[in-house]
């Protein structure tokens, strides 16, 4: 005979198991998307906001004038510093607003409502990054494009190179010349290529000393001389710039990756807060 504990259940029984394991589970989703779009649209319009007073301090303290104003490297600590606070006050607000207007989870585990609201302080971070990106993108392209239509954009920024080209064509007798251009075209390429490469070869420094000479009235030595300087300074330059974009690179990470922490850890703020508040 069968004991109770190892007997098999009935037909009822089992109906009646699957009846409660089917009422453990919701019939609505665990994520609040309402709340996520609201926290994440508040991120994005405080993170604009900021980007604005941000841009609007930087701007008032350059000077056009030398040794007038905030020094280059004051004013690019100071960017990544608001850089970082922007992304740390629009994500934790974000991130706490959503956690208050989520709805309440009842019959849930604690563990389990910690682990949701930290989720839904992450989305909002995500939807908020996303918003703000796609906006900035918007209005860069709107920028560029109205500038291109009217003109505005100067020949150095559309050739970066444009700087030292110039100056590899300067004459200690300047006159107009309409048929400089191509001579100027071909070494403005042999420059870019030379960049990219990392070094000149010694065939394209000759001709470019050629070239020079026969446009500017310079002998041979003092020719190649010129494209030994000239592509220095230009190299400095671009390898500059180069590492001031990675570092930028790597503090954007960090504010990010700051953004997403505290959006998260504002949500669990926001949803302990929720879960107290008593119905009257």
Known sequence: MASPATAPL??????????????????????????????AAVAAATSLILLALGTG????????????GATASAIGTAAILWLVVSEIIASTMGGYLAGRLRTKWVNVHTDEVYFRDTAHGFLVWA???????????????????GAARTGAIARTTSDPNAYYVDSLFRSDNPSPDQNAAPARAE????????????????????YLAKLIASRTGLSQTDAENRVSEIFAEARQAADTTRKAGAHLSYWTFFALLVGAFCASFAATIGGKQRDRVVVI
């Open 10 to 39: 009935t037909r009822s029984q089992q109906s009646s198991i699957v009846e409660l394991a089917g009422k453990n589970e919701a019939s609505y989703s665990a994520i609040s998307w309402a709340a996520v779009f609201g926290g």
């Open 187 to 206: 070494a403005g390429s042999i420059l870019a290529n030379s960049l990219t490469q990392g070094d000149m070869g010694a065939a394209d420094k000759t």
């Open 57 to 68: 301090i930087g701007l008032s303290s350059v000077s056009p004038w030398s040794n007038a």
């Open 127 to 145: 939807v908020g990054l996303v918003i703000t990106a796609a906006f900035l993108a918007s209005a860069v392209t709107a920028m560029v494009g």
